[in-house]
């Protein structure tokens, strides 16, 4: 975090600079996106389960924050899935129900994928390039409280493009001290 420089402002403290680093550097957001996905069926599976509680509060509030920080605009981002060909119907109100990686440039979708490919308009993810592994990605981190409705689908086959608007958010959990 030293050696690139990142800086914390707007962040309440350095910790969650390092969040923000340590999730986009390759490994870890695998492992704990595998996590958070598990962890939310139930509160039990999260309290015994869920290794990841401080780096996901962590990174809840540095989105949170430069949120609110950058004005809480909306950004039109993409993301390709190379391995899954997901299925949606308009109308269909969805969530990623984990933190999810977008780009502002379509072109660099092509990087990851394009069996899938999202068009989505966040309203609620944050532009986190200063504190980004890959800063040429222009990435916008969207966090796994944020829900969408699809507004269109084009499946020709071999790929599929889901376009998604911001309606809201949505979490079953609230952040809590676990004593212990």
């Not at 999260?46 to 509030?61: A, C, E, I, M, P």
């Not at 981002?77 to 109308?91: I, L, N, Q, T």
């Not at 944020?146 to 376009?163: A, M, Y």
Request: charged share 20%.
């Amino acid at each position: 975090w030293q050696f690139q420089g990142s800086p914390v402002s707007p962040l309440s403290s350095s910790a969650q600079a390092i969040a923000l680093m340590a999730y986009t550097m390759e490994g870890l957001y695998r492992k704990f996106n595998e996590e958070v996905r598990t962890a939310g069926r139930s509160s039990q599976q999260y309290r015994d389960n869920f290794h990841f509680k401080t780096l996901h509060f962590l990174l809840t509030g540095a989105v949170q924050r430069l949120w609110d920080a950058q004005g809480q605009q909306c950004h039109c981002a993409f993301r390709g899935v190379e391995k899954y060909k997901f299925s949606a119907k308009v109308g269909d109100i969805v969530r990623f129900g984990q933190f999810t990686s977008s780009t502002l440039c379509e072109s660099v979708i092509e990087d990851f994928g394009n069996t899938t490919v999202f068009k989505v308009q966040t309203c609620y993810g944050a532009y986190i390039n200063d504190f980004s592994s890959y800063q040429d990605e222009e990435e916008v981190l969207i966090p796994p409280y944020e829900k969408f409705r699809v507004t269109k689908v084009t499946d020709n086959g071999k790929t599929v493009q889901i376009e998604l608007d911001s309606i809201g958010t949505y979490s079953k959990y609230n952040c809590e001290w676990l004593r212990g």
